[in-house]
Nanobody, 123 residues
Framework: QVQLVESGGGSAQAGGSLRLSCAAS????????MGWFRQAPGKEREGVAA???????YYADSVKGRFTISQDNAKNTVYLQMNSLKPEDTAMYYC?????????????????WGQGTQVTVSS
């Protein structure tokens, strides 16, 4: 089974940067969609970014232009580079995967999930 482990979370000041990593192990498929989601206390989990076969990417409007999702196949790792951080970016960030050709930012599109990594942005 696919296992996903996030890392790279932590604290940053507004305007700062963080890079999250998602390491995949177990069964893997180069055609998997990979996504990043986040969930703040009292709010539903929301999609942040996705990358799918062909290295196509998709971003939520709230992070477009600030966040970049990328993939290193040799390391079986997906990254989320977060720049120009804002306090509203504070949340638990989750990595997700699904064997689909195309995928977006809906929770139901993904089968495998990591445990999450906390990101806290202060003003």
């Amino acid at each position: 089974q696919v296992q996903l482990v996030e890392s790279g979370g932590g604290s940053a000041q507004a305007g700062g940067s963080l890079r999250l990593s998602c390491a995949a192990s177990g069964h893997s498929n180069s055609n998997n969609c990979m996504g990043w989601f986040r969930q703040a206390p009292g709010k539903e989990r929301e999609g942040v970014a996705a990358i799918y076969p062909g290295r196509h990417t998709y971003y939520a409007d709230s992070v477009k232009g600030r966040f970049t999702i990328s993939q290193d196949n040799a390391k079986n790792t997906v990254y989320l580079q977060m720049n120009s951080l804002k306090p509203e970016d504070t949340a638990m960030y989750y990595c997700a995967a699904e064997a689909r050709t195309f995928c977006g930012l809906r929770r139901a599109e993904y089968k495998y999930w990591g445990q999450g990594t906390q990101v806290t942005v202060s003003s």
